[in-house]
């Protein structure tokens, strides 16, 4: 089955700085990723998904993610953080063929300081 | 408007009841799942149904049932079996492929 890692609990850095969140997967085929982001108390919202095709994805509030194949990875990335950006972020992948099982990993707290 | 909603917002109940967490979305989507999310521990798949009349475990399954009679509802019941039900529960709905899921706003579940 399916499966993510994000190997790191918390993610901390001064606002303006480069945002670099960590994600790798394990799936049986090519990947469907997905990058959520949660505010307290609050569902998942959306913010960027790869495909097929170009393997950096630019999606919502100037976040980007770079799909990178042999290593198996699908870091999210912010070249400058806004303390809005505090928040809890989830990485999810799902196969290409077969099941639509939807697989989430454990998620990073960022913590953007002023 | 075209969403999904999940109702209550929050839920108490003593221990040893069975609850019913509701799910109903309008977006016409085929899959639908449900997840709990503990502190620390992500989201963690319980069931999921790709097709009405039909769903398959998660990781997480026991002390849970489901049913989709319907395309637009996937209501989850924890029953008494459930060993620590105290959680955040969200569900959550997609087409079939590359499309994105969509979440609810989740339902918060206290067992005392």
């Known amino acids: 089955a399916q499966s993510v890692a994000q190997p790191e609990d918390q993610v901390n850095v001064a606002e303006g700085n480069p945002l670099t969140v960590k994600c790798t997967y394990s799936?049986?085929?090519?990947?469907?990723l997905f990058w959520y982001v949660q505010y307290p108390n609050r569902g998942l919202q959306f913010l960027l998904k790869y495909i097929t095709g170009d393997n950096l994805v630019k999606g919502s509030y100037g976040f980007e993610a770079e799909f990178n194949k042999s290593q198996t990875s699908f870091h999210l990335k912010k070249p400058s953080a806004l303390v809005s950006d505090s928040a809890l972020y989830f990485c999810?992948?799902?196969?290409?063929?077969?099941?639509?099982?939807?697989?989430f990993g454990k998620g990073n707290q960022v913590v953007v300081i002023p | 408007d075209g969403g999904i909603t999940q109702s209550p917002k929050y839920l108490f109940r003593k221990e040893g009841q069975n609850v019913t967490l509701s799910c109903e979305q309008n977006?016409?989507?085929?899959?639908m799942y449900w997840y709990r999310q503990d502190p620390g521990q992500g989201l963690r798949l319980i069931y999921y149904s790709q097709i009405v009349n039909d769903f398959q475990k998660g990781d997480i399954a026991e002390g849970y049932s489901v049913s989709r009679e319907k395309k637009e509802s996937f209501p989850l019941t924890v029953t008494s079996a459930q060993k620590n039900p105290t959680a955040f529960y969200l569900c959550a709905s997609s087409p079939q492929g590359e499309t994105e899921a969509f979440f609810g706003q989740g339902t918060r579940l206290t067992v005392v």
């Open positions: 999810a992948v799902r196969p290409f063929y077969g099941n639509n099982r939807l697989a």
């Open positions: 977006l016409n989507h085929d899959a």
């Open positions: 799936v049986s085929g090519n990947p469907y």
